[in-house]
C-alpha cells in the first residue's frame, strides 16, 4: 500500500515511524514533511493548505491511502477533497472538524448532550463580552473561537485585564478570522491530562493518556508554546477518572456528534482538567496532539493501518487497541528564543547516536537537509523521546539523549515529567 502523510512536524514523524513499521506498506509520501520524515517517506514541497495540489499528487503517485496530521487541513475540509475525488482518507470531515475548529461550536456542543466543561458564554459582540465581564467572577479565560495556533486562550486576572482581552481579540483582531467569536469562560484549576482517541463514527477506542507541557520555562512559567514536551502515561488518570470520562466524556462526545449529522471519523483528543468537581473537558482537537503523539504511539502495540482503517470502514468495534505496559517521556530541544524570535538554519550533530539504541527515538519538527547536514529550521527542532520501564526511568533516558545532539542555541525545559515525583 502507498500511504501519504500531510503535515511537518513531531507528529507527523511519529506517525511516519509507525506507518513505517506496517507489513502492509511499501511506500510513504509526505507532504511537505521535513528532514526526519524524509528519512522514511519521500517528501514533496507542497503546502498542507494548497488542496489542489495535495489531490493531484495522491491522484500521480496512486495513493492508497491519505492520513493527515494537522489541524488546518482538517478544518480546512481536505478530507472532503481528497474523498470527492475516491482516495481514501484518515481524519474528520470538515463538518466534524469543526470539533476543533470552532470553540463556539464545542462548547454548545458539550452543553447540549451534558457533557462536563466549564460554564462559558459565547459572545459576537464586543460590546456585549465586556457588559458581561463588568458582573463577572475572576480570573476568568477568554478564547478565541477559531484556530489560533493553540494561542487564542487568555486567562484574565481583573476586569482590567479582561477588556484588553476582549480588544486583542474582537476588535484588533489578533487571531485574524479566529476572533469574530468569543467564549468566555470559567476558570478551572487541576491537573491537566491529554487523551487521543480512535474514532469510526460509532465506536470509540481511547490510546493511552499523556501530558503536555505548554509554557516555554521551567516551572510552567513563560509563554505558552505548541508543547515542550509530554510524558504518558499521566499517574494522575486513574481508573476512577477513566470510569468516568468513559461514562460521561468518550461515547457522549461521538454520540453527539452523530446526532448533530456530523460523524466523526478519525482521532478525537480530549483536553481535559481533573477539577475538584472531576474531570471536564477544557478542549477537543480533531487530530493526534503534538508533541503527545511522540509519546503515545511508540507504545502503541497495534499496527497502525490496521487502526486507521478499521476507522474508515466503520470496523472499529473488532479492534482491539493495545499499549506497552512502559512509559515514554518526549524532551522538545527548540532553538532559543522560541516562541518569539530565532535563528534558524544552524547544523545538528549526533543525530546518528539514536539508531545504534532501541527504546530512542529522535521526531524532527523543524529541520532541513542542506549538503547532507541537518539544520535547525524552526522554533522547536526534535521531539527526543525515550521510552522506560516506568516514567522515572523513561525520563531519565530522555534527559541522557538530549545530551547526544548537539546545535548552537539548543533551548529545552528540564522538568518535563517533574509531576511524576508528586505521585
Ligand atoms: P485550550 O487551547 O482551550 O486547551 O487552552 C490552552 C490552555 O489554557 C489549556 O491547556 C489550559 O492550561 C488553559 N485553559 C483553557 N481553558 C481553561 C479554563 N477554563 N480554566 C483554566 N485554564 C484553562
Ligand atoms: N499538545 C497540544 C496540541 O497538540 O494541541
Keep these: 500500500m502507498k500511504v501519504l502523510i500531510v503535515g511537518s512536524g513531531g507528529r507527523e514523524h511519529a506517525i511516519a515511524y509507525c506507518v513505517a513499521k506496517s507489513d502492509k506498506v511499501e511506500k510513504i509520501y509526505c507532504t511537505p514533511g521535513n528532514a526526519g520524515i524524509a528519512e522514511l517517506a519521500e517528501c514533496a514541497p507542497i503546502g498542507a493548505m494548497e488542496f489542489d495540489k495535495i489531490v493531484a499528487f495522491a491522484k500521480e503517485k496512486e495513493v492508497d491511502l491519505v492520513i493527515v496530521g494537522m489541524d488546518d487541513p482538517l ?28 470553540k463556539a461550536f464545542s462548547k454548545d456542543l458539550m452543553k447540549k448532550y451534558h457533557i462536563p466543561t466549564a460554564a462559558y458564554e459565547n459572545f459576537t459582540d464586543p460590546d456585549q463580552a465586556i457588559a458581561y465581564l463588568e458582573t463577572a467572577k475572576f480570573p476568568i479565560v477568554l478564547k478565541a473561537d477559531g484556530l489560533a495556533l493553540g494561542k487564542g486562550v487568555l486567562i484574565c486576572q481583573n476586569l482590567e485585564e479582561a477588556k484588553a482581552g476582549v480588544k486583542e481579540i474582537m476588535m484588533d483582531k489578533k487571531f485574524g478570522s479566529a476572533g469574530n467569536e468569543m467564549v468566555i469562560e470559567e476558570f478551572m484549576t487541576g491537573r491537566e491530562v491529554s487523551v487521543l482517541s480512535f474514532v469510526d463514527g460509532n465506536t ?13 520555562g521551567d516551572g510552567d512559567t513563560g509563554l505558552n508554546t505548541g508543547g515542550m514536551g509530554t510524558f504518558s502515561p499521566s499517574p494522575f488518570y486513574t481508573k476512577e477518572v477513566e470510569d468516568f470520562c468513559n ?34 473537558v477544557l478542549e477537543y482537537n480533531a487530530r ?16 497502525i493501518i490496521e487502526v486507521i482503517e478499521a476507522c474508515i470502514d466503520g470496523t472499529l468495534d473488532q479492534i482491539d487497541l493495545q499499549f506497552e505496559d512502559n512509559a515514554a517521556v518526549c524532551v522538545v530541544l527548540a532553538s532559543d528564543g522560541y516562541p518569539v524570535k530565532y535563528e534558524k538554519g544552524l547544523e545538528i550533530n549526533g543525530l546518528e547516536e539514536f539508531d545504534q539504541h532501541e527504546g530512542y527515538y529522535c521526531f524532527h519538527a523543524g529541520t532541513c537537509k542542506k549538503d547532507g547536514k541537518f539544520l535547525t529550521n524552526g522554533g ?44
Excluded: C
Excluded at 470509540?204 to 516555554?216: C, E, L, P, W
Design 75 to 102: 478544518v480546512g475540509g481536505l478530507v472532503d477533497e481528497l474523498e470527492a475525488e475516491g482516495i481514501r482518507t484518515f481524519g474528520p470531515r470538515k463538518n466534524a472538524a469543526i470539533l476543533e475548529g470552532s
Design 247 to 280: 461514562q460521561y466524556i468518550y461515547q457522549a462526545t461521538v454520540d453527539a456528534m452523530k446526532a448533530e449529522g456530523r460523524p466523526f471519523k478519525g482521532v478525537i483528543f480530549f483536553g481535559l482538567m481533573l477539577t475538584e468537581e472531576g474531570p471536564k
Design 380 to 423: 522547536r527542532v526534535l521531539g527526543v523521546t525515550a521510552k522506560g520501564k516506568d516514567l522515572k526511568e523513561a525520563r531519565a533516558n530522555a534527559y541522557a539523549a538530549t545530551e547526544w545532539v548537539k546545535f548552537e542555541n539548543k533551548y529545552m525545559r528540564h522538568d518535563i515529567g517533574k509531576a511524576i515525583d508528586e505521585v
Design 204 to 216: 470509540i477506542k481511547t490510546m493511552t493518556s499523556a501530558q503536555d507541557h505548554k509554557r516555554a
Design 288 to 303: 493526534f496532539g503534538d508533541p503527545e503523539a511522540q509519546v503515545v504511539l511508540p507504545r502503541m502495540k497495534n499496527d
